[in-house]
Structures are given as C-alpha cells and as structure tokens.
C-alpha cells in the first residue's frame, strides 16, 4: 500500500507542480501510516494556500482539495511590490507575474490587517470594489479611493461603514457626476470639487 499518486483539486492559482513537489517525500510510504499533518506541515508556507483537504484513495492515491486566498491589491512597500491576499498575507511580486495588473495598487505605509479590515467592510457594504483603481493610506488611519473614472472618495477614520454606504449613494446619483472629488472626512458633512 505504497503511496505512488498525489491528485491535487480546485486550485488555480497553485501550481500542480508546486503541491507535489513539496509532499515527494510522501512517495513510497504506507498510505496507512500517513497522517493529515504529513501533508499539511509541508505545504504550511504555500502562497495563496488557505486550507487543504486530504483524502486517501486505496491502494495508493493521495487526494489533496486545495483552497486558495483570493488576491486583492498590489502593496507597494519600500520600493516593493507585494500581492496581499483575503487573508492578510504579502506575497513577494515576481516581476514576470503578469496575472495580476488588473488588481488594484495600495499606497502608504499600511500595517496589512487595516488593510484587511477596509477592504472587508468594503466589500460587505457591497462597494463596487472592481471599480477601485488605488488605495491611498494615511498614518492617521484614513483612505481615499481613486476609481477608474478618475473620482476620489476621501474616506474618514472613524465611522467607515457609514461613509461607504454614503459613498455608494453618493456614487449612483445623478447630481454628483461631475464631481472628482468626495470628501466624507468630515462628519455630517459632504464636500465635492
């Protein structure tokens, strides 16, 4: 009962290649005696690796379902490009990855979990995120959006869920077309130029 395949399922940004390399040392083993955390401790440092599931396929097959984080936003960090993922995570950029210039870049020296949380509340008052061209990020916690249509939201440090729903509003009405600027940063207040 010798361990001679390892399937690796649902993933796509991960490379076949990259899982099964990393679990060689698999080959060969009694199916028996491997356990989840023979698979899982290796694969530990996978970039875009949220969780896995392992399956055993008798006599000799390894099944390994792949879950992946999902790329949001370019960081760029001293002079550094970074992928940041749902989780939180900096994937160093490669400068031949070109599967990722249609993310959206960070700017600002942005600890990741504020990052993180922005991006969340964003998406979970349902901000047409694929609009979103750059973060900018300020020391004292703020952000502003620049969009494709060259529009920038200026968002405040405190109270951001009410600010995003404003802005959405603020984004779907008529009388603001024209605008290039949304300053939200003051409270009760709605500033344009």
């Known amino acids: 009962f010798q361990i001679k395949n390892i399937e690796v399922k649902n993933n796509s940004l991960i490379k076949n290649t990259e899982i099964i390399n990393k679990l060689e040392n698999l080959y060969k083993k009694n199916i028996f005696l491997i356990n989840n955390n023979d698979i899982k401790v290796p694969l530990k440092k996978t970039n875009f690796l949220k969780k896995i599931e392992v399956k055993k396929k008798y006599p000799s097959t390894i099944v390994i379902k792949v879950f992946e984080t999902k790329p949001v936003a370019i960081l760029i960090k ?14 160093s950029l490669e400068k031949d990855e070109k599967n990722f210039t249609d993310l959206p870049n960070i700017f600002g020296d942005v600890p990741e979990v504020d990052f993180i949380y922005f991006y969340n509340e964003l998406k979970k008052n349902k901000f ?66």
């Open 128 to 193: 047409p995120n694929k609009q979103i061209k750059n973060f900018y990020y300020f020391q004292i916690g703020r952000w502003d959006l620049e969009l494709f249509n060259n529009k920038i939201i200026k968002f405040p440090h405190k109270n951001i869920k009410k600010s995003i729903i404003k802005s959405i509003d603020l984004l779907n009405n008529k009388n603001f077309e024209n605008y290039k600027i949304i300053d939200l940063r003051v409270v009760g207040k709605i500033i344009v130029e």
């Open 78 to 91: 001293k002079k550094l490009k970074y992928i940041i993922d749902t989780s939180g995570n900096l994937i």
